[in-house]
């Protein structure tokens, strides 16, 4: 039981190029999320899914798309990295206790440099 | 709106001592509360959660919080700290509304610091 996993770890970018993160959960889960944590900022919802095959905006939404093909994938794209966009990059995912969602479970980071 | 506050950016106690991480939120209905701990170059790992009955909630490693609704707080608390805690707590409330289900609001974080 891995738990929630992140790939990759670390990767620079220039200005212009994109890239997709993976995050994965073997929990299960319904719900699954993607955050970005900033110097000073706490972590701020991007999107978030309640299931497979949906998506919906978090906070910071702008710059980023997201896809829920299966239920234990959940990816994160950027189409086209700005400098604003470097950042520690989280997956989390919860279960769904009723119509309510559990405690959240984090992966550990990708950390992402655009140069 | 949903929102917590960590008043703190910084928290040095000694080893031995008692701590306290300060927390305090704003939600239109019911709360949900919880504590998550990072670690250098680590994800969050859960610490514990209020969602509802007994005011003392007791988590992981020790630690235990005080839900406490006249004064909007949440705040962490350990009787005995270790140089091992030395880590960023982050408190977060959680958002029950249809719109945004489930969708945790998390403060700025405090870096706790304990000295041998």
């Known amino acids: 039981n891995a738990g929630v996993t992140q790939t990759p770890k670390f990767r620079v970018l220039k200005t212009g190029q994109s890239m997709t993160l993976l995050c994965a959960q073997d929990?299960?889960?319904?719900?699954m999320y993607w955050y970005r944590q900033d110097p000073g900022m706490g972590l701020r919802l991007i999107h978030y899914?309640?299931?497979?095959?949906?998506?919906a905006k978090g906070e910071v939404p702008d710059g980023y798309n997201v896809s829920r093909l299966k239920k234990q994938n959940f990816l994160l794209g950027l189409e086209s990295a700005a400098p604003s966009q470097t950042s520690v990059y989280f997956c989390?995912?919860?279960?769904?206790?009723?119509?309510?969602?559990?405690?959240?479970?984090f992966g550990p980071g990708t950390r992402l440099t655009v140069l | 709106a949903q929102s917590v506050a960590q008043p703190e950016d910084q928290v040095n106690v000694a080893e031995g001592n008692p701590l306290t991480v300060k927390c305090t939120y704003s939600?239109?209905?019911?709360?949900?509360l919880f504590w998550y701990v990072q670690y250098p170059n680590r994800g969050l790992q859960f610490l514990l959660k209020?969602?509802?009955?007994?005011?003392l909630v007791k988590g992981s490693y020790g630690f235990e919080a005080e839900f406490n609704k006249s004064q909007t707080s949440f705040h962490l608390k350990k009787p005995s700290a270790l140089v091992s805690d030395s880590a960023l707590y982050f408190c977060?409330?959680?958002?029950?509304?249809?719109?945004?289900?489930?969708?945790?609001?998390f403060g700025r974080g405090t870096q706790l610091t304990v000295w041998p």
């Open positions: 989390a995912s919860s279960r769904r206790t009723g119509a309510i969602p559990d405690t959240q479970y």
């Open positions: 929990m299960n889960h319904e719900y």
């Open positions: 899914s309640v299931g497979e095959g949906t998506t």
């Open positions: 939600v239109s209905g019911n709360p949900y």
């Open positions: 209020y969602i509802t009955g007994d005011n």
């Open positions: 977060a409330v959680r958002d029950d509304r249809g719109s945004t289900l489930g969708r945790l609001y």
